[in-house]
């Protein structure tokens, strides 16, 4: 995304540290990277950016003499910092303190792949949120439904909103145009709502994987556990593009349960799904762990109801 160019990572001259690092960087395509280790830092540019990211890997005098230096050039207050440590609680908890007036988030211990999703889906609703735009304003909460005890995560007043519509698909077309995805995937019924004119804008076609009984033709189903109950779904044998790289769709990933069963199924017929994508991750409902190893990617999370 054009806007990561406006994230500044800065770090000491350590090397779980730099990595970290490098992971951040690389996740958010484009971020520059500033080390302050202690020999060159005199001569390093210090740029104004939306996003800051401080790391160090432990509670060093050095490190942080120079981390203090450097937050003499940049006014923090009010701005979005991430914190980071490869190994050190002490640090995080340091580092959060000298960003203490800024929107803080906190990334301690070796950087996982699900906390890079989180990294990223925390610098783009800052980002998001800098520029006046905050998706989740746009996603209602409705507790208790459909069931007691289930926080429902309501994505209707997403398509009310034409501009919260089209930041949905602008953000969708960003993030895959250059992957080399040939066809979309998606749920029914609102992962529809999203994939219909993603696919329209991509120029690429869309395959339907409907509730049980909707679907004329000749199709393969599929049976799965959900987060209140249990599906199952079915697609034309005929519409699956054997060989092809198929994104797979849904408005929201909550246990992972429909993706998974659906993902088997296209690739069981010969599809190639190299990516998942929602518009809401539910992280705290474990979809990475029915989902494993398989990259997905949301526009906003949620870490907890
Ligand atoms: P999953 O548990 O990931 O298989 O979710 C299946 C479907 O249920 C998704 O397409 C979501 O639209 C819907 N869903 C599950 N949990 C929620 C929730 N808490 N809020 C809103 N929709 C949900």
Redesign the pocket.
Known sequence: MESRKNVLIVTDGVEATQKMAAGIAKALKGAKIVSIAAPDFGGQDILPAEVYFLGCEKPNPASFAYLSEVLRHINLAGRPCGVFSPQSEEAIAYLSDMAHDSDVALYAKPLFEKDIERVKSWTDQVIHKGQGFNLDDYIGKVPDFPKPG?????ITTILTSPEAFDHCLNSMVELYEDQGIEAVAA?EA??FLFAAPFADRMGIPLVLIRKKGKLPGKKLSAR?D???GEGEIEVHVDDIPSGKRVLLM??????????RATHDLLTGAGAIVPEIFGIVG?PF?N?EKKLHGIPIRTLIQYHGE
């Open positions: 289930i926080l429902f995560y309501d749920i609102r992962g799965y959900l987060e209140y849904d408005d929201i990933i909550a246990t992972g349960g429909t993706l539910l409902l979809y």
